[in-house]
């Protein structure tokens, strides 16, 4: 079975946020469980556990290196951004999509789904809002720039809600902010609300999964 899609979208940059600007991580924490506007009740619906995305002490454990009292929310998300960059191995093959984060932070090994999700349960464990995001990387990186892990297939990131800011991307598997070059298909609380393809294939014999993604600047 072969499955194609072709798609022509219109992307743009993000606005920029500085990070020190932003609130404290507690201050934004407790306005999300306060506010009953239409944007906060759905921040507040990505601050519990999923599927996907258990809650433990651990969790909130290794996030407490970047969430120091006081610091504001942006900025302890860039470092917790950075920190799973460089204490986790981009594997391919060492995860499926049953992997739990426990397993993920005994092996310190995995892929871009599961750097998002360990991004997620860290804040979740601290009460503050964060979603999962599908979608896919520019094939080829701008003239200058660095080809970014990923960019051969599906990719996943987290969003924050930063409160006034609205809601910012991070890419944990490349230890960056997501601009015009990612292209978001969907979100949800975990990979399981937004799995670029679902179904069940009845029958007998092995099979094997191939996914290959371009996505390409028009002139």
Not at 40 to 46: D, F, Q, R, V
Not at 106 to 113: I, Y
């Amino acid at each position: 079975m072969r499955v194609e899609a072709e798609s022509e979208v219109v992307v743009e940059r993000p606005p920029a946020a500085a990070a020190s600007a932003t609130p404290t991580w507690e201050t934004l924490r407790d306005r999300v469980h306060g506010d009953l506007s239409d944007a906060g009740l759905a921040a507040h619906g990505m601050i519990f556990e999923s599927p996907h995305v258990g809650l433990s002490p651990a969790l909130a454990a290794y996030a407490a290196a970047s969430f120091a009292p006081g610091r504001p929310f942006l900025d302890a998300a860039l470092d917790l951004m950075a920190r799973i960059h460089r204490d986790f191995e981009y594997r391919p093959g060492a995860t499926c999509i049953y992997t739990e984060l426990s397993q993920l932070l005994a092996d310190r090994r995995g892929v871009c789904q599961d750097f998002a999700h360990l991004g997620i349960g860290c804040l979740r464990a601290l009460g503050l809002p964060a979603r999962y995001v599908s979608g896919y990387l520019c094939t080829q990186p701008p003239p200058g720039g660095v080809r970014l892990t990923g960019a051969d297939a599906s990719h996943a990131w987290l969003s924050l809600y930063c409160g006034e800011a609205g809601w910012i991307d991070l890419d944990p598997t490349n230890d960056r902010l997501v601009d015009e070059h990612y292209v978001t298909l969907a979100f949800g609380r975990d990979y399981g609300d937004v799995s670029p393809i679902k179904g069940v294939i009845l029958g007998g014999g092995a099979h094997t999964v191939e996914v290959g993604v371009d996505v390409e600047p028009l002139g």
